[in-house]
């Protein structure tokens, strides 16, 4: 359908598209949306939905020309959002309860295991159970998340932002 004739469409109030984009937010945000965070725009390529115990909570792999970040939301008593970073921090298991990066030391908060869907970047590891462990620094403005996929651990640092903070585009 070309242009002229989806203006002419619209003004007569009649749906031209075969798909209705859906409005997104931190809960259902798709690979090829845009979040812009911090001024930098960022597509999502990955997702990662964890599941303990029908608890769950979402991860998203946002990228940018410059980096690579991952936007956490999760709803406890309310939503709590991060931006998380990896790093390349060795730590062995079994995993401690107090972890100490770059002087700053962090304490084990809760721990776990979830099973894990992913769609992206993320799809190949569906259908895994990993293990966390999430820490805290003392005044709990950072964060360290321990994920352990077999013998693997990831470690990554973060911080809380406000949903005030994100603005999101759906990509399609």
Known sequence: MGLLKRII???KGE???SSEVKERNVYNLKSGDIVTYDLEDYEVVGTITYNDSGYKWYAYQLVSLNKTIWLSAEMDDELELG???KLSFPLNQPIPKEV???EK???LDEKGKAYVSGTGRSQNI???QMSYYDFADEDESTFLSVEVWGEEVEVSRGYPIQEFELKILAGS
Do not use: D, L, P
Request: glycine letters at 0%; aromatic letters at 22%; proline letters at 0%.
């Open 100 to 102: 100490t990066v770059e």
């Open 105 to 107: 030391t962090y304490y």
């Open 9 to 11: 469409n619209a003004f």
């Open 15 to 17: 749906n031209t598209s």
């Open 126 to 128: 569906s259908n895994r």
């Open 83 to 85: 931006i998380y970073e």
